[in-house]
């Protein structure tokens, strides 16, 4: 099992690069849905 | 608007999808495929890096493409497919020059070397980093459009030429030639591991971009409301 | 733009044991590295007055094909930034105490290409960065990496040359610069358009 540490970080960096990416998108999609909805309520009124 | 629900449904098949290849890709890779001989286990790297590089590619290939239809037709959706599209790339890139690295150091014994496709990918990456910086530098605007997709093609006519200048200067002056992975003699399971973990990361490619082209679509929808906004209560 | 070029060149060779066999092999490089800081200087300003004062609108009104303007400019830069490389050049040969011996074609097609290549494309993207927030920064950030090629074949052709090769040993290098040049003349002298477009 030797270099076992190598493939490990590997697959680590993988993962680690990729949720961060989708989490930032994520927040991204909230906080503008957020704001579309305030502003909807705000022409509302 | 109607783009909203054809991305979330997108979204949505995509991501299931993408679930279920992903745990088979895993299984494949870690479980099913055979040990390589020489490079041992770290060679498993492989399934994941080599896809990496081929969605980047893929990326850019559709951000040059929707740049040239932007400056012909100005569609500005066409422009937010190319920004979401150069986002993504980058992020294989980077996932492909970092888990290509972790594989070289106890391969080749260094974590870096200046063999032409190493260096073609850094560049690639110094290229639509500096794309994403310029619209950026520019503001939100028509303008930052128009010169992002100009930039784009330069970019994308460049990366053959930067390639081969670099395999002809390597000719010149031969180094220790990398022990090469792939190609022949590849292992009919390792060879289908391969293709499989390709198929997964082109719907994770495409998942991606209907996450990221929500987003821009819900910008333009609160561009929108906000003009409309300003012109009622002018 | 010239003062520039010749306080790198100095600054490297006193910087370098003088006569040491390490300078000769660095000269190459810090020929290009003098050149091309330089020549990005030059073209940070190949826009800008025109913009600042508003006279591009009066260059864009006259009744030229726009690609005409960026073929200008263009060569604007080209004869300041071969002029620089001219005065510097001897400055080089002196202060790294280079032998030439004759080899002052190769030399001179070597410069020549180069420097069409970077204002080629220098050109077009300066005319992009003068609408950027910081100007002076955003040049480089988007020429070097595109101009990998033209500096990779011009150092490696200079050191050659400085080697006393023959030519036919450039050769593989003046294709490459020449195939730059014609591939990105032409696309930017069609995209030029697109950038200058109100």
């Known amino acids: ?45 | 608007m109607k783009r909203a629900s054809v991305l979330r449904k997108m979204q949505l098949i995509l991501g299931v999808l993408l679930f279920v290849g992903m745990l088979f890709s895993l299984y494949n890779v870690f479980i099913m495929v055979p040990t390589e001989q020489k490079m041992g286990i770290v060679q498993r790297i492989f399934y994941f890096h080599v896809p990496s590089a081929m969605m980047s590619f893929m990326a850019f290939f559709t951000v040059a493409g929707f740049s040239i239809a932007f400056l012909v037709k100005r569609n500005a959706w066409h422009d937010r497919v190319a920004v979401a599209c150069a986002e993504i790339g980058v992020l294989f890139t980077t996932i492909a020059l970092i888990t290509g690295s972790i594989w070289a150091r106890p391969i080749w014994n260094t974590w870096w070397s200046w063999d032409a496709r190493l260096t073609t990918f850094l560049i690639l990456w110094f290229i639509y980093i500096a794309y994403l910086m310029l619209r950026d530098y520019v503001g939100e605007d028509q303008r930052g459009a128009r010169f992002a997709a100009v930039f784009a093609i330069i970019g994308t006519v460049d990366i053959p030429i930067v390639y081969f200048s670099i395999r002809w200067w390597r000719t010149l002056h031969p180094k220790p030639v990398l022990a090469g992975g792939e190609g022949s003699g590849l292992h009919p399971d390792m060879a289908f591991a391969l293709y499989f973990s390709m198929a997964v990361f082109f719907i994770l490619y495409l998942f991606l971009v209907a996450t990221r082209l929500r987003v821009e679509n819900s910008k333009m929808e609160l561009e929108e409301i906000k003009r409309l906004h300003v012109l009622s209560t002018k | 733009m010239l003062v520039f070029c010749l306080l790198v060149v100095v600054i490297f060779s006193f910087t370098f044991d003088p006569g040491s066999t390490y300078s000769k092999e660095a000269a190459p490089g810090i020929l290009w590295v003098a050149f091309t800081f330089s020549g990005m200087l030059g073209l940070n300003r190949t826009f800008s007055q025109e913009v600042d004062t508003g006279s591009i609108h009066g260059v864009l009104l006259a009744p030229l094909d726009r690609g005409v303007i960026y073929l200008g400019k263009m060569i604007g830069s080209f004869i300041f930034m071969f002029l620089v490389e001219f005065i510097t050049l001897p400055v080089i040969i002196i202060f790294f105490d280079l032998n030439l011996e004759g080899h002052y074609l190769q030399l001179f097609v070597i410069i020549f290409l180069a420097t069409i290549g970077f204002v080629a494309v220098g050109t077009l993207f300066s005319a992009m960065t003068v609408h950027t927030k910081t100007r002076e920064l955003m040049l480089p950030i988007l020429l070097f990496p595109v101009m990998i090629p033209v500096i990779l074949s011009a150092v490696n052709a200079t050191a050659s040359i400085l080697n006393l090769e023959e030519w036919s040993k450039i050769l593989g290098w003046i294709r490459i610069l020449s195939a730059f040049d014609i591939v990105f003349i032409t696309l930017s002298y069609l995209t030029f358009d697109f950038v200058v477009e109100e």
């Open chain 1, 1 to 45: 099992m030797e270099n076992l540490n190598y493939l490990f970080a590997g697959y680590s960096v993988f993962w680690l690069l990729l949720s961060v990416y989708v989490f930032v998108i994520g927040r991204q999609q909230k906080t503008i849905e957020q704001e579309i909805a305030a502003l909807r309520e705000e022409i509302k009124k």
